[in-house]
DNA sequence: TTGAAAGCGTTACCAC
DNA sequence: GTGGTAACGCTTTCAA
């Protein structure tokens, strides 16, 4: 492995300094054109790489955008992970990715990760924090934005929506039809937070719209997904027939429920309603169709990307934005 | 924008020089015990965060390695990216990690990018590559490792398995039972090479036992889902019948698939065979669980982490690693 | 057990 | 048009 190639030995070679290899490079007018052109060529020929590490160091940019995500295998998270990094894409930022795995003590140890890469910007997934990541981040002094919530005490810039009110549309739904006896089937108390909100808007729901009071059935630890769905449903049985609707976390756990439903006999929708949250393909596939919430999960990503060029180049961007979620009637209620 | 707070901040509040920082944050045992307390109280009060651009810079090394997968949103993709990112956490190597949507063009951009990052390592989902590509690895010189698949001309390590003997698997089980006219199902011809691998495996398998040719039936460009088996079934609709077997490139189509012979009421297995790859979550919870490939995700990731820090610790010769992949026998064949 | 000095490759700033 | 100098934050090396 030989030494590096760096601007000095190139203008060594050229005859002339480094910051004139330096203003060359980056085809600074400044420079006269047979210089420029010697240069490069020089540059070519010794096989010099531009390192990108000194320029980071020297100019204290990173060209790091750090975002956090609960999952990365979420059809919702992965899509807004894609739309703002194709967004992203031709500006040189680039986006530097971690998990939580929905355990917030892991957030914090992931965000002092990020930080120690000099991110110019930190996206987070969520607006529950705990208060040393909330100090660590403030300490920082740099751009935040909370996506996919809308908390109640933001960091920052927020693109998000109320997980509590979308699940009211799904309970309103379900009241309108007719539905009393609710049930909410979801994570266990504490790794899930967009969860656990979605579990509160849901019971005041209920009790806003004069329904009876809803239990709260409990699939297991974050992530839960078909398969817990499925365990659950399993274990009740035709005794889910002592509620009008099982109201879901996500599509997922709704689909692990239904097929359940259809073991034992139960009639969804006419004995039972079966509800899920987000959209997901799996929704609008199996059979009946799942009733759920889209969330715009490509728009969240554009919208972040959007925001995060306008505070690099300085100009003004609201603080919050507000993305659209709309109920999807399926075949399931 | 408060100025970053750096060792030399924290070596003037303790009373003590920058170097004794440095070595009381890494736990140096050389530093007595009281002062390391100090430091490490007062680094944290002070919202200390160590900056690695700087140590990059210092000890010319990026402490990234970088990633690239066909998609982000693929439970078997992701699984593998966890568990690498996971085994990974402790040695301070972060992921870099790019998307490559199944273009292989955009794997060419992609890499170019991660590689202006300077990462110590390379891992590429998938064995094959432009010419270009190949080009600009080897001119680095870094260590590659290409993962999910068994190329015929390595860049360097492999971790990965044949996916057109696993679909042979599958193709001997349904032979086995008696199928003798097979259809399979998966992207249009570019885009996903995996896919294209176990279509190929398929057919020459489908010839190895002596049943009829194969047809091939395009479900459209990749990334290939739920929706698409579906709307390719919608299409043939009770034709599927001039079948013995549907074989799909992956659970998600094979699903897709399932729910609508179900519409058209097509008796899977009894009439028609229908059979997926990769072991998804919905194999096992959809009715009747899909018969499937199981492919050690996991241990991909975690045996890809392991020949990371060999390679980082001497430089081994490349070598492949093979990981087991077996057959799951669902009730839809 | 602790500290001082040097330097990693680049660019901002100021001279000429 | 071009060059000299200093600095980004850290660790290696040597010295005390």
């Not at 297991?220 to 609707?245: C, E, I, Q």
């Not at 003004?316 to 075949?331: D, N, Q």
Request: net charge negative; aromatic share 6%.
């Amino acid at each position: 492995m030989t030494a590096r190639v760096t601007m000095r030995d190139v203008a060594k070679t050229v005859g002339v300094s480094s910051m004139t290899v330096s203003r060359a490079l980056r085809d600074d007018e400044t420079v006269s054109a047979d210089t420029r052109a010697r240069v490069q060529q020089v540059a070519n020929e010794l096989g010099y790489v531009y390192d990108t590490t000194a320029l980071a160091f020297r100019t204290q940019k990173s060209g790091f955008v750090a975002v956090t995500l609960p999952s990365i295998n979420n059809a919702n998270f992965a899509e807004t992970y894609r739309a703002m990094s194709n967004a992203l894409a031709d500006s040189g930022i680039q986006i530097l990715l971690g998990a939580t795995n929905y355990r917030i003590e892991r957030e914090e140890t992931l965000i002092r990760q990020l930080l120690a890469r000099n991110p110019e910007a930190l996206v987070m997934t969520g607006g529950f924090h705990t208060e040393a990541t909330r100090e660590l981040i403030q300490a920082r002094g740099l751009p935040v934005i909370e996506i996919w919530d809308l908390p109640s005490e933001p960091l920052g810039h927020v693109v998000g929506f109320s997980n509590a009110k979308a699940m009211e549309t799904i309970v309103a739904h379900l009241a309108h039809s007719g539905r009393r006896k609710l049930a909410f089937v979801g994570a266990s108390e504490g790794g899930d937070l967009r969860g656990a909100e979605r579990r509160a808007g849901a019971i005041a729901a209920a009790e806003k719209f004069g329904l009876e009071p809803m239990d709260v059935l409990d699939a297991g630890p974050a992530p839960v997904s078909m398969r817990h769905g499925a365990a659950l449903a399993a274990k009740f049985g035709r005794d889910l027939l002592a509620y009008d609707a099982i109201v879901c976390v996500s599509d997922p756990v709704a689909f692990g429920v239904l097929n359940q439903c259809r073991r034992f006999g139960i009639d969804v929708p006419e004995q039972l309603a079966v509800t899920g949250f987000g959209n997901f393909e799996i929704a609008a596939v199996c059979e009946p169709r799942i009733t759920t919430v889209d969330v715009d999960a490509r728009q969240i990503g554009e919208t972040t990307a959007t925001m995060l060029a306008e505070i690099f180049e300085g100009r003004p961007t609201p603080r919050t934005e507000k993305v659209s979620v709309t109920l999807v009637a399926g075949e399931t209620s």
